[in-house]
């Protein structure tokens, strides 16, 4: 219905992801912190390094817990997106939701605030985005919603109550996958592979735009 390829076997993209960030993991755990610092993101650094909107998504803290949640919620969604929307399509969805999510924090963050200078690192942006995604695929199939929109209603509500979680990113990731799910699934079957490499071209550009707009409006010299 999407216009993905019919494949069988294993979700390869969703598996791969999952590997990076578990790669990535021990390496934050045996290198002291230095590979944490080296690929975080903060809205401070971005500009001079924008590499590190995408490599903060496969960082994680020291806590197991928040790379076994992120891990297990993409395993959940993620071979089902996979296969409605086709390798490329998947891995273009989850790379923008991740710079999405550094996006949404960037433009919530105070440049006079902590916020400018604190380290955000996690999936959380793009799975949220895959959360996103999955809505309007499930109304094109005529199946029921509900059960996703409370599952982020709820995870929408938990940096109320656990502190040092990056609603932000949640914001940023939800959003982008939303626009993004909702353009694949109401892609005509003739435009599909239009809209295919179009989209995420233009969410992209948009992203961009977004960043490159909040850094134009920072006194650096009085900031710092």
């Known amino acids: 219905m999407f216009g993905a390829t019919v494949r069988g076997g294993r979700p390869v993209v ?3 992801i999952i590997g990076l960030c578990v790669v990535s993991w021990l390496l934050q755990m045996t290198t002291g912190g230095a ?8 809205p401070a650094v971005g500009q001079a390094e924008p590499w590190r909107f995408l490599t903060a998504a496969f960082l994680h803290s020291t806590t197991p817990l928040h790379i ?14 996979e296969q409605a929307f086709g390798r490329g399509r998947f891995l273009a ?6 710079l999405g999510g550094s996006v949404g924090v960037l433009l ?8 400018w200078l604190t380290p955000v690192v996690g999936a959380s942006g793009a799975v949220f985005g895959l959360f996103g995604a999955i809505i309007p695929v499930l109304r094109r199939l ?17 940096p109320f109550l656990v502190p040092n979680i990056a609603w932000q990113a949640h914001v940023g990731g939800l959003v ?7 353009g694949y699934a ?9 809209v295919g490499w179009a989209l995420p071209a233009a969410v992209g550009v948009v992203l961009v735009a977004l960043a490159v707009w909040k850094y134009s409006t920072v006194d650096y010299p009085a900031f710092f």
């Open 68 to 81: 076994l949640f992120n891990m297990y919620a993409l395993w959940l969604v993620g071979p089902f997106l």
């Open 93 to 98: 969805l989850y790379l923008l939701a991740a």
């Open 142 to 158: 005529g199946r029921n919603a509900g059960q996703i929109v409370v599952l982020i209603a709820i995870n929408m509500a938990l």
């Open 108 to 115: 919530l963050a105070d440049p006079l605030s902590m916020s």
């Open 176 to 182: 982008v996958g939303l626009a993004i799910g909702a």
């Open 14 to 16: 969703t598996l791969t």
């Open 186 to 194: 109401a892609a005509p079957r003739d435009k599909q592979k239009l």
């Open 35 to 42: 590979w944490t610092q080296q690929w975080a993101f903060a």
